[in-house]
């Protein structure tokens, strides 16, 4: 099939799978054309059978809001004309699934009919897309689109609940190469980190406000009274300097290393040994799915999809959002015995096996096969 893959192209969690679907796609005989503004982060093989095609906004002075869906829809009418692009795949709904809706209908003036497939990821649900001022363009492009999925059941059952949806909603989990998260120990860089005796604790996200990352510093802060240990936050976002304010009023500076924006972020995790996701809410965590695949045990909240991925007493455990007095109880339990540790680090990489690409990607596959025939 040739399939146009639209997304974000940053560290977002949404275009890291819709890369990897993309990369996984081509390697199963599949045409990948990815139509986004930037070349994605994890896009750095472009084969024979993978593409990349830049969406350009010139500036004008007029336009105080550059329209982006605008160039977007265009660029998609463009690149399925002349690549012959058969099907159309968009990763968050806003403003990926209106600007697809657009390109759909300006082909059907020529003739051309290419059906759109709409994967939900989280905060164009929950966060973003639930908003009033953009409730109605959501809610009709969700029930424009040709398919639609959900990164989790719980997020299926916010989509239904918020929105006012007459397409069917499948179910596909977010997925990883379980192979890039196979490191020996001859790969880990640990003693450049911390000290044989200090344990590393780890966080990866955006770093916004609903990643709730001052409940990260709090229970570190209080696991690190109890034991040697160091923390390691990596990612950029809006709450880095309150978050480094912070550390430095508890004096923890010296144990908190911010590492920003990773490319290897498997690196990282390999010489981790829990992995923190206090969010207020989360689709999905594709995070702590990454940390589990490299045998890190997971300490989050029970909002959303989390429950779906992270396994309450086997591979981590599960606290109401906010009660960093659990989560810090729950992590000293894990932490504060070698083999319960290493028995926890070895169910999450069993629970991790689950979401290998290789059982996840067909099952768009399916759904392509199943869009295209029914048009
Ligand atoms: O907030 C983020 O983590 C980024 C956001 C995105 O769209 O890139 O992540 C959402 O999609 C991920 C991939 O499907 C999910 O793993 C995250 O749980 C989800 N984030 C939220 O729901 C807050």
Not at 111 to 129: A, E, K, Q, R, S
Not at 236 to 249: A, D, N, T, Y
Not at 339 to 344: E, H, P, S, T
């Amino acid at each position: 099939m040739k399939i146009g893959i639209v997304c974000y192209p940053t560290f977002g969690g949404s275009g890291v799978v819709a890369t990897e679907l993309g990369l996984e796609l081509s390697k199963r005989g599949h045409e990948i054309h990815f139509i986004t503004y930037n070349q994605p982060v994890r896009l750095e093989l472009l084969g024979n059978n993978v593409h990349y095609h830049e969406v350009n906004v010139p500036e004008y002075p007029l336009f105080h809001y550059q329209p982006y869906e605008l160039a977007l829809s265009s660029k998609l009418v463009d690149m399925v004309k002349l690549h012959k692009i058969e099907i159309l795949h968009v990763h968050y709904a806003i403003p990926h699934a209106y600007a697809a809706y657009m390109a759909k209908k300006m082909l059907i003036e020529e003739n051309i009919y290419v059906p759109i497939v709409t994967t939900l990821h989280g905060t164009d649900i929950t966060l973003v897309g639930s908003h009033p001022f953009y409730k109605p363009a959501v809610t009709f492009s969700i029930n424009k689109s040709d398919a639609v999925t959900a990164v989790s059941q719980s997020l299926k059952e916010d989509t239904l609940r918020l929105f006012d949806i007459k397409n069917e909603i499948s179910v596909v989990p977010n997925f990883i190469d379980l192979s890039k998260y196979n490191h020996g120990f001859t790969d880990c860089q640990r003693a450049m980190m911390a000290n044989d005796d200090e344990k590393i604790i780890t966080h990866i996200s955006n770093l916004r406000e609903v990643k709730r990352v001052q409940d990260v510093i709090s229970v570190f802060y209080n696991i690190q009274k109890e034991m040697p240990a160091k923390l390691m936050l990596v990612g950029e976002g809006p709450e880095r300097e309150k978050l480094e304010c912070r550390c430095k009023e508890l004096g923890i500076t010296d144990k908190v290393i911010f590492f920003g924006k990773s490319n290897e972020i498997d690196k990282i995790l390999c010489f981790s040994d829990l992995f923190l996701l206090p969010s207020q809410t989360e689709s999905f965590g594709l995070a702590a799915l990454e940390a589990m695949a490299s045998g890190v045990p997971v300490i989050s909240s029970n909002t959303g999809g989390i429950p779906e991925v992270n396994v309450h007493g086997i591979s981590g455990f599960l606290s109401n959002v906010g009660n960093v007095e659990d989560m810090t109880k729950n992590a000293l339990h894990i932490l504060s015995d070698d083999d319960r540790l290493q028995a926890f680090k070895s169910n999450a990489r069993k629970e991790s096996l689950k979401y290998d690409l290789h059982n996840i990607v067909p099952q768009y596959e399916v759904i392509y096969e199943d869009t295209l025939a029914k048009c």
